[in-house]
């Protein structure tokens, strides 16, 4: 099992930066794949980003990519997603998740209870 708890969500005006955080403890966290996803209001959850194991790869999605970075301090046991030039169009719960695998794009297996991020126009 894995406990994925993320923080750093809040409001921010657009244009502006924040960071998200995922805390994981459980099994070893460094053997797993780790993504960002998010959820928009009366939208489904959509994949945003996702790292390998050892941080060597990385995966966007199109509306977040030059915008968007994700990274993992294994030492830490925790994976950042530094998001800047916020939209309003960002505004969502922003969801951890961990695979069981070393490299996953879509497939993933522990998720996290959110944070909810708010861009203001």
């Known amino acids: 099992q894995v406990q994925l708890v993320e923080s750093g969500g809040g409001l921010v005006q657009a244009g502006g930066s924040l960071r998200l955080s995922c805390a994981a403890s459980?099994?070893?966290?460094?053997?797993?794949?780790m993504a960002w996803f998010r959820q928009a209001p009366g939208k489904e959850r959509e994949f945003k980003a996702t790292?390998?194991?050892?941080?060597?790869?990385?995966y966007y999605a199109d509306s977040v990519k030059g915008r968007f970075t994700i990274a993992r301090d294994n030492a830490k046991n925790t994976v950042y997603l530094q998001m800047d030039s916020l939209k309003p169009e960002d505004t969502a719960v922003y969801y951890c998740?961990?695979?069981?695998?070393?490299?996953?794009?879509?497939?993933?297996?522990?998720w996290g209870q959110g944070t909810q991020v708010t861009v203001s126009s």
């Open positions: 998740a961990a695979s069981i695998k070393r490299w996953s794009i879509y497939d993933f297996d522990y």
């Open positions: 459980g099994r070893a966290f460094s053997g797993h794949a």
């Open positions: 790292l390998s194991w050892s941080g060597g790869s990385t």
